[in-house]
């Protein structure tokens, strides 16, 4: 079905499951993968001290990317897939401009990618890059759930006035 995924990754578990799922379709449909991570040295400027170092953390942001998707890329072969690796540097766009953008440079047939599946207040707060590159891309996204317990669950829906199913009907 899919010819070529592209599977945005970082260091979390469920950039992990995204990955793994990623490989699954990977393998079975005999696709081309690519494991995408984007370094985001905009980071670095929440921290002014930082200035000093900055290329030093710049390179180390840049090493520690590399490692990821390496150690991706080499999860992928241990299970038969051949992956290709892409760095992309944040450039002060946001991260999910960038997911859709490459995945359309490289002709992407589907987008995968893991989320936390955050609700009410802590997305009001953190956001979602996930969320944005399913509203800007213009092939499949694939969304990978954290692992249950993780997220928020959501409550179950009450009856108005408290009424029990059933009631108030006649029986027979």
Not at 56 to 78: C, I, N, W, Y
Not at 145 to 155: I, Q
Request: charge should be positive; glycine fraction near 10%.
């Amino acid at each position: 079905m899919y010819r070529r995924i592209l599977v945005a990754i970082d260091d979390s578990e469920t950039s992990a499951r995204g990955l793994d799922e990623a490989i699954k379709l990977a393998r079975g449909d005999a696709a081309q993968l690519c494991i995408m991570h984007v370094i985001e040295p905009m980071a670095l400027a929440m921290y002014p001290e930082a200035a000093a170092y900055a290329d030093d953390l710049f390179g180390m942001l840049r090493e520690s990317g590399k490692a990821l998707v390496q150690k991706a890329s080499a999860k992928a072969a241990r299970r038969g897939v051949v992956a290709r690796m892409a760095l992309v540097e944040d450039r002060g766009f946001p991260i999910a401009d960038l997911i859709v953008e490459y995945a359309g440079r490289w002709k992407a047939d589907v987008i995968v990618l893991g989320t936390h599946g955050r609700r009410g207040f802590s997305h009001l707060l953190m956001g979602s890059d996930a969320e944005s590159v399913v509203r800007l891309s213009p092939i499949p996204v694939l969304l990978v759930r954290s692992p249950e317990g993780s997220a928020p669950k959501a409550a179950p829906a009450k009856r108005a006035g408290g009424a029990k199913r059933g009631a108030g009907r006649k029986r027979a």
